[in-house]
Nanobody, 111 residues
Framework: QVQLVESGGGLVQPGGSLKLSCVAS????????MAWYRQAPGKVRELVAS???????NYVDSVKGRFTISRDNAKRTVYLQMNSLQSEDTAVYYC?????WGQGTLVTVSS
């Protein structure tokens, strides 16, 4: 079974950027869809972005134009480039390849 490991989280000032990575322990070529979710304190987990095996992407409205999801099958990695970060983006970000979840990486946006 594939395992997912996220990295790239941290503390960033408002307006800054971070790039999250999710590395799979096995091939992701056959994984039809991969996604990033996030969960802020006291809130439910929400879908941030997804990407299919053919490269079709989808974003939650609040991150459109600021975040970009991509995948590199050769590197078994899915990325989330996050620009123009806002305090509302503070959350634990999870990689998801149904039905497998990563352990999460914390993103804190604060001055």
């Amino acid at each position: 079974q594939v395992q997912l490991v996220e990295s790239g989280g941290g503390l960033v000032q408002p307006g800054g950027s971070l790039k999250l990575s999710c590395v799979a322990s096995g091939s992701i070529s056959s994984l039809w869809i991969m996604a990033w979710y996030r969960q802020a304190p006291g809130k439910v987990r929400e879908l941030v972005a997804s990407i299919t095996s053919s490269g079709v992407t989808n974003y939650v409205d609040s991150v459109k134009g600021r975040f970009t999801i991509s995948r590199d099958n050769a590197k078994r990695t899915v990325y989330l480039q996050m620009n123009s970060l806002q305090s509302e983006d503070t959350a634990v970000y999870y990689c998801f390849a149904p039905p497998i979840w990563g352990q999460g990486t914390l993103v804190t946006v604060s001055s």
